[in-house]
């Protein structure tokens, strides 16, 4: 139900009205990393699959841990299953996932090394994931909204340059910082192809893209603006002029006070927060008709109970003045009882009658 004074609803899918400005009395509710090993249908299928990437790459397999989440908890939005890193992959840099290690790829370190990458294949390569999309758009309900994704262009290409995961980003700074050109050239093939294959998934059914730019975080001033917010924008811009209609939630993890700067200048519809994001900053930094998303600790769902409810009605409270989709800080972790999910959806669905 929308708010009385915004007006009547535009779409029969709550999340796409907030994502136009308006609020809902019940803020609709998706969950990052929604599907996943928490769930033991999950780990069902992935067993089936064999490894990560074959799960990513059958579509029929990846479309049913999509809806898996979204049958369980009835949320109000599907993400699509799959990774950030499949760009880098669909670009011919080696890709694979270790038991106990996470991603690990052949690592990129410098101009001469961008021979290796190549746009030609990338549709081809990514065939299979828009497969997922248009079969995932074809099973949802009708108040669900589908939600395609890419990495963000400085966390994507930290991954490249330094081969795996990491805190600290160093490798990615150390070029970044030393050869600020050449690493853009890094940037420029991210940017390329990037809005090629999200133009594949809107093509494909995906509704709304949303940016994970997950390592935002520890960037001097001038290096966030320069690698985060200006190659958003760009991206931004792009997929504006393409696909205008298609909304945008940018999610700078860790931008601190540069989270204004970002909203204000990557051009995205809405943002999504952190958990250690301060709520009051947000609502005096963000303009009143920005959409913004989040921002639970995912811990706290580890915790559940009356703690889950009553953090979660505190982030409620908190965003109400501004058009708000309800989510996690950051991603489920696997150990996440199921139980404290399916009370969190129940929780939100109720909301604001259950409110404490």
């Not at 809902?24 to 929604?34: A, K, L």
């Not at 950030?84 to 370190?109: M, N």
């Not at 999610?251 to 990557?266: M, V």
Request: net charge negative; glycine share 8%; proline share 7%.
């Amino acid at each position: 139900m929308v708010d009385s004074q915004i007006g009547a609803a535009m779409s029969p899918k709550p999340l796409l009205n907030v994502l136009q400005g308006q609020r809902e009395t019940r803020p609709p509710f998706w969950f990052m990393r929604q599907a996943g090993r928490y769930l033991a249908e999950y780990r069902a299928v992935r067993e089936k699959a064999g490894s990560f990437l074959d799960l990513v790459y059958a579509p029929d397999l990846a479309t049913e841990v999509t809806l898996q989440p979204v049958e369980r908890l009835n949320t109000d939005a599907a993400i699509l299953f799959s990774d950030i890193l499949i760009v880098p992959h669909a670009l011919g840099q080696d890709l694979d996932f270790r038991q106990g290690e996470g991603p690990v790829l052949d690592p990129i370190r410098s101009v001469k090394d961008l021979h290796r990458l190549s746009h030609q294949r990338l549709d081809d390569r990514a065939a299979p994931v828009y497969q997922t999309v248009r079969q995932v758009a074809g099973a949802l309900p009708d108040h669900v909204a589908l939600i395609g994704f890419c990495g963000g262009l400085w966390t994507v290409a930290s991954y490249m340059v330094a081969g795996r995961g990491g805190d600290d980003q160093a490798a990615a700074k150390a070029w970044a910082f030393s050869d600020p050109e050449g690493f853009d050239a890094l940037l420029r093939i991210l940017e390329d192809a990037s809005f090629t294959y999200l133009m594949g998934q809107i093509k494909a059914g995906a509704e709304v893209i949303q940016i994970f730019e997950s390592w935002a975080s520890n960037l001097p001033e001038p290096a966030f603006e320069r690698f985060v917010i200006e190659p958003t924008r760009r991206l931004v811009a792009r997929l504006k002029d393409a696909a205008g209609d298609v909304p945008i939630i940018g999610f700078p993890r860790g931008a601190g006070p540069l989270l204004g700067r970002f909203a204000e200048r990557s051009g995205v519809d809405a943002v999504s927060l952190d958990s250690g994001m301060v709520l009051s900053f947000a609502d005096e930094t963000l303009p009143k008709g920005l959409a913004v998303q989040g921002n639970l600790d995912p811990q706290y769902v580890v915790a559940g109970g009356a703690l889950m409810e009553k953090e979660a009605t505190r982030i409620l409270n908190a965003l109400s003045n501004h058009p708000h989709i309800f989510n996690l800080g950051h991603g489920f972790v696997p150990y996440t009882p199921v139980d404290h999910v399916e009370r969190l959806a129940a929780f939100l669905h109720g909301w604001p009658d259950q409110a404490a």
